[in-house]
T-cell receptor
C-alpha cells in the first residue's frame, strides 16, 4: 500500500514564526503536492513538484515556499506564519508523468492553527 | 476560467438507497477525478475519468464531455459511505486543477 505521512496531525504556532510541514511518501512517486483546505473554499493547490529540486506554483503560493531535496520528501514552509494561514494542509503524491492526470494518494492532513 | 459546481451540497439518504452526486464544469477538460473524504480528514481517490464510465464495487462514475457533466452513483448505499465527495477537473489546455466544494453525504441506518 502507498503510504503518505505528514509530520504532525495538529500544530499550533504564533504569528511570525517560521513553520515547516513535512511530507514523506514511500512509493518512489515522482509527483508531490501541497494543498490547503478551508470550509466553503474546498481544496486549493499551493505548490507541486514533479521531480527532485523541481517545483511549480499552484493557485495560492503567496506566503509559502517548498523544498524537495530528496524524492520521497516534500516540505512546505511558511516563512512568517499569519492567522490567515490557519487551515488544514494536505500532502499528496502520484506516480508518472501525467501531472494531474494520475491517481493521487493523500496524507492524513495537518491542522495548523496560527495564533 | 474553469468553474466546478457540485450538487447537491448536502445529501441525506436511508441505507440501501441509490445515490447520485453531480459535478458540472465550465470549460473543456482532459480528465476529472472523484475523491472521497471521511470525517477524520483522510482523502481517497475513487476514480479518474476522461470519457465514458467506470465502476468499482458499488460505485459508478460517468462523464459526458459534450455536456460538461459528471455523475457519481452509489448503489445500495451504506452508513460507511457517509463522507464528503469531491470532484476535480483538469482543464484541457492549461492543465489547471480545479476542485468543487464537495457534497456531504450522510447515510442513515
Amino acid at each position: 500500500d502507498v503510504k503518505v505521512t505528514q509530520s504532525s496531525r495538529y500544530l499550533v504556532k504564533r504569528t511570525g514564526e517560521k513553520v515547516f510541514l513535512e511530507c514523506v511518501q514511500d512509493m518512489d512517486h515522482e509527483n508531490m503536492f501541497w494543498y490547503r483546505q478551508d470550509p466553503g473554499l474546498g481544496l486549493r493547490l499551493i505548490y507541486f513538484s514533479y521531480d527532485v529540486k523541481m517545483k511549480e506554483k499552484g493557485d495560492i503560493p503567496e506566503g509559502y515556499s517548498v523544498s524537495r531535496e530528496k524524492k520521497e520528501r516534500f516540505s512546505l514552509i511558511l516563512e512568517s506564519a499569519s492567522t490567515n494561514q490557519t487551515s488544514m494542509y494536505l500532502c499528496a503524491s502520484s506516480f508518472g508523468t501525467g501531472r494531474f492526470r494520475e491517481t493521487q494518494y493523500f496524507g492524513p492532513g495537518t491542522r495548523l492553527l496560527v495564533l | 476560467k474553469n468553474e466546478v459546481e457540485q450538487s447537491p451540497q448536502n445529501l441525506t439518504a436511508q441505507e440501501g438507497e441509490f445515490i447520485t452526486i453531480n459535478c458540472s464544469y465550465s470549460v473543456g477538460i482532459s480528465a476529472l477525478h472523484w475523491l472521497q473524504q471521511h470525517p477524520g480528514g483522510g482523502i481517497v481517490s475513487l476514480f479518474m475519468l476522461s470519457s465514458g464510465k467506470k465502476k468499482h464495487g458499488r460505485l459508478i462514475a460517468t462523464i459526458n464531455i459534450q455536456e460538461k457533466h459528471s455523475s457519481l452513483h452509489i448503489t445500495a448505499s451504506h452508513p460507511r459511505d457517509s463522507a464528503v465527495y469531491i470532484c476535480s477537473s483538469i482543464s484541457g489546455g492549461s492543465e489547471k486543477l480545479v476542485f468543487g466544494k464537495g457534497t456531504k453525504l450522510t447515510v442513515n441506518p
